[in-house]
């Protein structure tokens, strides 16, 4: 068609319904339409639009003006309602809400327009895309000249702390390119946390900032200091059970590093300090974290905590204090330094089931680094030992343990401890296998770790030695005494008496209370010694099935008091 198309359309009535709030700030329909028609004119691939104005509630404002597919010249002034341009920001917000005075003119080139005017916000509200936390913008001034925009006392409030920010930016086909900004106020947590929500959760707080942020906007350079003035400031780690709250210590942060003071703060109830590289100090503050293009290149943090607990009701409770030295990479951490073990007890019983099989009821969580590289691949180097009461107390058993020289390497999944564990004084308790009587630990007991052996079937290896009194039918007293020597995957133990009985006779007595089977298999022993077996069987005894038994029984025993409270104290969830 080589003839030019032209048009007129005059429209009487424009209505648009667009969320908003009423009066008292509820939700609600918020109406624009326009006050007059409103004409339109095509000709030569030119579309102009006459001046017209529309009405809301909060005011009214007005747009004129032409555009051709290279060209534009538009007006906008008046107060405009920010949930019209939902449609343009929904890729980054979810809602937007608030009006503002608007002066401005639009012209030159389509793709890359100059602006000249201003633009004022007031109350108004911004919500990030897939976030709860609402950035309110109390006050700003935007003015723009050709490519730039300078704001001027924009004051950003989140979770009621404030944040002033001022400085300038241009735009290269209507993109940010260059800014350079200054941020000073109050940094609220649920800020960061928007920004840094696959990493934290349920952030509170806030702490003083000043921040100089400059460069190209694709890739700007920061430099600043963040500090805790007493005010908590609560980061969570996400898939860490703990809650994380800093108090005191400055943080000196660029694109290439992060210093920090002596920072001090809680996890949980246990006091948490944090510490650079003394090695390396500008002043107050010392290296922590050398960064390339915002990667870890070199890392060195010490950790300190004091009275950390850590528990599973109804199974076991640990308390520690460390003095930890965090270094490496992104690629790699180590872990080096000194954990006391201030306070720990095993509280969880064993229950048989009618057949005598061993169960243990322990709920299992996901290891703290599960699935998480860095925290897999983490090198350990840890010297571990006990300065509180270590304890296993439970229908089994009431241990005393001692944790002396214990050195823990490896990575989480596959630790290797070296050392020895001993077990200072206590009672066993072999009721759940029918042996009523208390057996009395006759001297120290030991678990000894062999760091090139997996655990826990090739270490620790294990010595116990119990004993306690037991008065046959016949009103003999024997001195019964129990002997466990092995790891749990190559078992040694034995029974024997003061009176010459063999392991096969001794566990005869303390099932049927006599030491001659001819009698029992006679029908002299009296009737209710048969009601004492154990195996819940009449049966003729035989050494040997009754034996193999008991073994797989007590050595079942033995794991339990060893392996699963182990792993608890050490919190190495490794073990099975």
């Known amino acids: 068609?080589?003839?030019?198309?032209?048009?007129?359309?005059?429209?009487?009535?424009?209505?648009?319904?667009?969320?908003?709030?009423?009066?008292?700030?509820?939700?609600?329909?918020?109406?624009?339409?326009?006050?007059?028609?409103?004409?339109?004119?095509?000709?030569?691939?030119?579309?102009?639009?006459?001046?017209?104005?529309?009405?809301?509630?909060?005011?009214?404002?007005?747009?004129?003006?032409?555009?051709?597919?290279?060209?534009?010249?538009?007006?906008?002034?008046?107060?405009?309602?920010?949930?019209?341009?939902?449609?343009?920001?929904?890729?980054?917000?979810?809602?937007?809400?608030?009006?503002?005075?608007?002066?401005?003119?639009?012209?030159?080139?389509?793709?890359?327009?100059?602006?000249?005017?201003?633009?004022?916000?007031?109350?108004?509200?911004?919500?990030?895309?897939?976030?709860?936390?609402?950035?309110?913008?109390?006050?700003?001034?935007?003015?723009?000249?050709?490519?730039?925009?300078?704001?001027e006392n924009l004051d950003l409030v989140v979770d009621n702390a404030a944040l002033h920010i001022a400085g300038n930016l241009t735009l290269h086909n209507l993109r940010p390119e260059n800014l350079s900004l200054a941020m000073k106020g109050r940094l609220a947590a649920k800020a960061v946390e928007v920004f840094a929500g696959r990493y934290m959760r349920g952030a509170q707080g806030s702490a003083p900032i000043d921040l100089i942020v400059d460069g190209p906007a694709h890739n700007p350079n920061f430099r600043g200091e963040l500090w805790f003035d007493g005010t908590n400031f609560e980061l969570n780690p996400r898939g860490v059970r703990h809650d994380l709250v800093l108090s005191h210590g400055k943080v000196r942060f660029s694109n290439q590093s992060i210093a920090i003071t002596e920072l001090s703060g809680w996890i949980d109830e246990a006091r948490l300090t944090l510490r650079g590289n003394r090695q390396d100090c500008d002043g107050q503050f010392c290296m922590a974290v050398r960064l390339y293009e915002w990667t870890p290149i070199d890392v060195f943090v010490g950790v300190g905590l004091l009275g950390f607990a850590h528990?599973?009701?109804?199974?076991?409770?640990?308390?520690?204090?460390?003095?930890v030295d965090v270094s490496g990479d992104s690629d790699e951490l180590q872990v080096r330094g000194n954990v006391a073990l201030t306070g720990g007890r095993y509280v969880q019983g064993l229950d048989l089931a009618k057949k005598a099989e061993v169960h243990r009821v322990v709920e299992r969580s996901t290891p703290f680094w599960q699935g998480v590289p860095l925290l897999e691949n983490l090198r350990l180097d840890l010297q571990v030992e006990s300065t509180g009461l270590l304890e296993?107390?439970?229908?089994?058993?009431?241990?005393?343990?001692?944790?002396?020289?214990?050195?823990?390497?490896?990575?989480?999944?596959?630790?290797?401890?070296?050392?020895?564990?001993?077990?200072?004084?206590?009672?066993?308790?072999?009721?759940?296998?029918?042996?009523?009587?208390?057996?009395?630990?006759?001297?120290?007991?030991?678990?000894?770790?062999?760091?090139?052996?997996?655990?826990?079937?090739?270490?620790?290896?294990?010595?116990?030695?119990?004993?306690?009194?037991?008065?046959?039918?016949?009103?003999?007293?024997?001195?019964?005494?129990?002997?466990?020597?092995?790891?749990?995957?190559?078992?040694?133990?034995?029974?024997?008496?003061?009176?010459?009985?063999?392991?096969?006779?001794?566990?005869?007595?303390?099932s049927f209370g006599q030491t001659d089977v001819n009698e029992l298999v006679r029908g002299s022993a009296p009737a209710q010694t048969l009601e004492r077996d154990a195996l819940g069987t009449s049966s003729v005894f035989t050494g040997n099935p009754f034996d193999e038994f008991a073994k797989n029984q007590i050595g079942d025993i033995i794991g339990v008091l060893t392996e699963d409270p182990l792993r608890r104290l050490t919190s190495l969830d490794c073990f099975r």
């Open 1 to 151: 068609y080589n003839s030019e198309l032209a048009a007129s359309v005059e429209l009487a009535r424009i209505a648009v319904e667009v969320p908003g709030q009423d009066s008292r700030g509820r939700p609600a329909k918020v109406k624009i339409e326009n006050l007059a028609p409103v004409a339109f004119r095509y000709a030569n691939h030119k579309l102009t639009l006459a001046p017209a104005r529309f009405s809301g509630p909060t005011g009214q404002f007005g747009i004129e003006g032409w555009a051709d597919p290279e060209r534009l010249d538009v007006k906008i002034e008046g107060d405009v309602q920010l949930a019209l341009l939902e449609f343009f920001t929904g890729r980054y917000l979810d809602r937007t809400r608030g009006t503002a005075s608007v002066a401005l003119h639009m012209s030159g080139n389509v793709r890359d327009p100059d602006f000249d005017g201003r633009v004022t916000l007031e109350n108004a509200s911004l919500r990030p895309r897939g976030r709860d936390t609402e950035f309110l913008v109390s006050s700003a001034n935007l003015a723009f000249k050709r490519d730039r925009v300078t704001l």
């Open 311 to 323: 528990r599973q009701p109804g199974v076991w409770q640990i308390t520690i204090d460390t003095d």
């Open 392 to 510: 296993v107390k439970n229908n089994l058993a009431d241990l005393r343990l001692t944790a002396r020289g214990l050195r823990i390497t490896g990575a989480p999944p596959d630790p290797r401890i070296d050392g020895q564990i001993t077990i200072d004084t206590g009672t066993l308790n072999l009721r759940p296998l029918g042996v009523r009587p208390t057996f009395t630990l006759s001297k120290e007991g030991t678990l000894t770790f062999d760091p090139a052996k997996a655990l826990p079937y090739d270490t620790p290896y294990i010595a116990l030695q119990a004993n306690t009194p037991f008065q046959d039918l016949s009103g003999t007293v024997h001195e019964i005494s129990f002997d466990f020597r092995g790891t749990l995957g190559n078992k040694d133990w034995h029974w024997s008496t003061n009176t010459g009985l063999n392991d096969a006779e001794t566990l005869f007595l303390l």
